[in-house]
């Protein structure tokens, strides 16, 4: 097979067995109940009835500054972890799933965060939530 090719058959396996991993981990969490934040949850549960995909999104200036304040770091600090966190999560997911994270027909719920605040973010989700659930109050 050669250097080359075994190299590339040794990644394709380390690709394989992290998928694997991500997939059984997010499925055990998804049957223990709660949230589960990134880990391509959605496409790993795209086909779990009782889960609400999210997509949480807004600005890029809006969530920079977010960030910034968050962590306590410069905006430039922030604006670069930005980059890099939206790159590598987006690659990740295609690489991985491939999937498009940026194509909202992939989730529920597609909330802007640029004019919603976290608050009212919550109240949508666990609405959203109740409803398919069928506990949605009358």
């Known amino acids: 097979m ?3 090719g075994s190299a590339m058959a040794a990644a394709e396996q380390d690709r394989a067995a992290l998928v694997k991993e991500n997939s059984f981990t997010v499925t055990q969490w998804a049957e223990e109940g709660g949230v589960i934040v990134g880990r391509s949850a959605a496409f790993v549960l795209a086909g779990a009835a009782a889960a609400i995909h999210v997509r949480l999104d807004g600005p890029v200036e ?3 500054e977010r960030a910034a304040v968050d962590a306590g770091i410069t905006l430039e600090r922030a604006s670069r972890r930005q980059r890099h966190e939206d790159r590598v999560r987006a690659q990740m997911s295609k690489e991985f ?3 498009d994270p940026a194509d909202p027909l992939s ?3 597609v909330l802007n965060t640029g004019r ?3 608050d009212t973010c919550v109240d949508i989700i666990v609405a959203a939530v109740r409803i398919r659930a069928g506990l949605a109050s009358t």
Do not use: A, K, P, S
């Open 2 to 4: 050669g250097e080359t």
């Open 116 to 118: 919603l605040d976290l």
């Open 107 to 109: 989730y529920d719920l």
């Open 97 to 99: 799933y491939g999937v």
């Open 62 to 64: 809006q969530r920079v």
